[in-house]
Nanobody, 115 residues
Framework: QVQLVESGGGLVQPGGSLKLSCVASERIFGDYVMGWYRQTPGKQRELVASFTSGGTTNYADSVKGRFTISRDNAKNTLYLQMNNLKPEDTAVYYC?????????WGQGTQVTVSS
């Protein structure tokens, strides 16, 4: 069972930046999709950004130009660089991977954007 552990969340002022990390307990290989999702109370979890094994990236319209997803294969780590953060980015951010061995979620990390 792959374990995903997110970190990097916290409190930041509007306009600030954070970088989230998601470390996998083992190497993800073959065909896969890895992504970041976020959820606020009372709302469905939504896709923020995704990264496929073919190198395709996809972003929610609300974060395009501000967030960047990337992966370090050597460290089994997925990143989400978040710049120019807005109060509406406040949420719990989750890492997800889908591959031959199934679908796996991390436990989430809280991001709060407030002055």
């Amino acid at each position: 069972q792959v374990q995903l552990v997110e970190s990097g969340g916290g409190l930041v002022q509007p306009g600030g930046s954070l970088k989230l990390s998601c470390v996998a307990s083992e190497r993800i290989f073959g065909d896969y999709v890895m992504g970041w999702y976020r959820q606020t109370p009372g709302k469905q979890r939504e896709l923020v950004a995704s990264f496929t094994s073919g190198g395709t990236t996809n972003y929610a319209d609300s974060v395009k130009g501000r967030f960047t997803i990337s992966r370090d294969n050597a460290k089994n780590t997925l990143y989400l660089q978040m710049n120019n953060l807005k109060p509406e980015d406040t949420a719990v951010y989750y890492c997800k991977t889908v591959w031959a061995r199934g679908t796996h979620w991390g436990q989430g990390t809280q991001v709060t954007v407030s002055s």
